[in-house]
């Protein structure tokens, strides 16, 4: 995911979190970093869920 941030903020010159964490990593600001990856697992295990209770709700025989 990291990867795919980087790849589209340097092609369309974008400022943002993958770029900013990238730079944190290589001056070794650790608590930046450490928040990114909390960000990132939270951002992916709340869309997961989310998916999840869509797939329910548009298909009647899946039950969580």
């Known amino acids: 995911?990291?990867?795919?941030?980087m790849i589209v903020e340097?092609?369309?010159g974008w400022p943002g979190l993958g770029r900013l964490v990238?730079?944190?990593?290589?001056?070794?600001n650790y608590p930046l970093v450490q928040a990114?990856?909390?960000?990132?697992?939270?951002t992916y295990v709340l869309l997961n869920f989310i998916a999840?209770?869509?797939?329910?709700?548009?298909?009647?025989?899946?039950?969580?």
């Open 1 to 5: 995911l990291l990867g795919g941030n």
């Open 10 to 12: 340097t092609v369309f």
């Open 22 to 28: 990238v730079e944190s990593i290589f001056l070794r």
């Open 36 to 42: 990114a990856v909390l960000f990132y697992a939270v």
């Open 52 to 64: 999840d209770l869509l797939y329910t709700v548009l298909n009647p025989r899946v039950k969580l």
